[in-house]
């Protein structure tokens, strides 16, 4: 939706086919018990500059629909850090030097590290696992479990002891070491499919353009000019096609077509990491002490109060990145722990009056060290790659999705190549 709200803008006239019976992909909008969830609470950051400027131009607005938060990270009882309302980066070397929950030792070492990073401009000569480059700056073992590995599993979804160092770092630049507002947390106060895609569809059919749901695209056909697209429609003729579905799919898509050996092998070889959101409706005066708070070696990693962001009282979200024991749960079982860390935490004695468990099982790929990642453009010309998953500088998050589509976008408008 991304790529095709850009080439509307340029007034090109754009069909998106989207197999499911509603637009957002893996940041979706639920409906359940009369109630509008996500399939996963999404955060993002104030350096999602693309992300936040086309929700703009389809009609958003940023500051209405985000609750906004500046950079702070809670781990209850365990760690609390906040920025100061300063320029980057002391904002982030006086919160790192203030944070309860850490020794002297541990916060020098961590202000130390973000120097050190600095001063290599977040360049590593070597990409290597984010354990292995803590390992070299003393970070230890203490300070990775309390910082690092929440920080590394909710920027890249995969565990420290596969997660890159060098994708970790380029977040860790372009969030924390330009302007203090790059690093605020933006927590959606709409569900995703009202937040973006569908204002995208109303924006690119008020340009000409048609958005078809429940129509997959079932086969890329190249042409000597353009390139056909097979769909429950039947077969359309196209100038550009843009494939911008999960990897999974346009590996598929992508397989039977000459030449794209080397794409196809890329796509296969990402490996996918889960995420598991688990909803929990308690009577309505029941809150938490922040909108985000951490939990410290538990099942649940954050916790989101929907009634502090988004005025549904009482609704809890627990969040369970990446892989782990949880996914050997039922979703019974797995709602029950939350609910028994939640009374043990913070003393919630109420029962849920329901509960509901949505488990991404391939939420995002696993972001490991020196990963080759397909290129937007594909070696069939006027066909390109969209999506998380192609090269950049981002691990699988919201930004990196927009800015392949973006990118996909202007490669075709005329001019371009
Ligand atoms: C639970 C969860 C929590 C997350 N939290 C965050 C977060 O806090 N911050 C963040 O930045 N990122 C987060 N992410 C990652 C983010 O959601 C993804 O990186 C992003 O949505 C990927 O977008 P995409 O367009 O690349 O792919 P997708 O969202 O997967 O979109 C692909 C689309 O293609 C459609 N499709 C599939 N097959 C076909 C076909 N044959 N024809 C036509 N259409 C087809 C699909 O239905 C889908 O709509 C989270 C992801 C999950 C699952």
């Known amino acids: 939706m991304a790529a095709a709200a850009e080439l509307a803008a340029a007034n090109i006239p754009v069909t998106v086919f989207e197999s499911a019976r509603q637009l957002g992909g893996r940041a979706r909008g639920v409906s359940y018990n009369d109630t509008q969830l996500d399939n996963g609470q999404h955060l993002l950051l104030g350096c999602y500059r ?13 500051e209405r629909d985000f609750l906004r938060l500046p950079l702070q990270l809670d781990l209850h009882h ?30 020098i070492a961590a202000a130390r590290f973000m120097l050190a990073l600095r001063a290599m401009d977040f360049r590593l000569a070597q990409d290597m696992t984010v354990a292995e480059l803590l390992k070299l700056h003393g970070q230890d073992a203490d300070l990775t479990l309390k910082f690092w590995e929440p920080l590394t599993i909710a920027a890249l979804n995969t565990p420290v002891a596969q997660a890159s160092a060098q994708v970790l770092l380029n977040v860790l630049r ?28 109303a924006y690119v059919e008020r340009h000409g353009g048609q958005v078809h749901l429940s129509c997959g695209v079932d086969a890329i056909m190249p042409e000597d000019i353009g390139i056909s697209l097979q769909t429950a429609q039947g077969k359309q ?39 598991y959101t688990v909803y929990l409706q308690y009577p309505a005066h029941v809150r938490l002490p922040h909108p985000m708070i951490g939990l410290h070696q538990r099942i649940s990693q954050w916790l989101f109060d929907k009634g502090l962001i988004a005025g549904q009282r009482g609704l809890l979200a627990s969040v369970i990145s990446a892989e782990g024991i949880h996914q050997e749960l039922s979703q019974e079982e797995l709602a029950r722990k939350v609910a028994n860390e939640l009374h043990e935490e913070f ?10 468990v949505i488990a991404e099982k391939r939420a995002t790929f696993c972001c490991a060290p020196n990963l080759q990642r397909p290129a937007t453009q ?40």
Not at 50 to 62: F, M
Not at 79 to 98: G, Q, V
Request: glycine letters at 6%; a neutral charge.
């Open 174 to 201: 372009d969030a924390l070491h330009r302007k203090r507002a790059d690093s605020d947390m933006l927590l959606p106060r709409i569900d995703f499919t009202a937040l973006f895609p569908q204002r995208a569809a």
């Open 237 to 275: 003729h196209f100038s550009h096609v843009i494939c911008a579905a999960s990897s999974a799919t346009a590996e598929r898509l992508l397989r039977p077509l000459a030449g794209l050996t080397d794409t196809v092998q890329q796509i296969a070889a990402l490996e996918q990491q889960p995420i």
């Open 347 to 356: 003393g919630i004695d109420d029962t849920p009056l329901w509960s509901k």
């Open 378 to 417: 594909t070696p069939i010309p006027n066909l390109l790659l969209a999506g998380d998953y192609t090269a950049g500088d981002y691990p699988a998050t919201l930004e990196g999705a927009v800015m392949s589509g973006v990118d996909c976008a202007r490669r075709c408008l005329p001019g371009r190549k």
């Open 50 to 62: 693309e992300t936040l400027r086309l929700i703009e131009l389809v009609g958003g607005d940023v």
């Open 78 to 107: 365990h760690l609390e850090l906040r920025a100061p309302r300063l320029p980057a980066p002391l904002h982030l070397l006086l919160a790192l030097l203030n944070a309860k929950g850490l020794n002297w030792h541990e916060r």
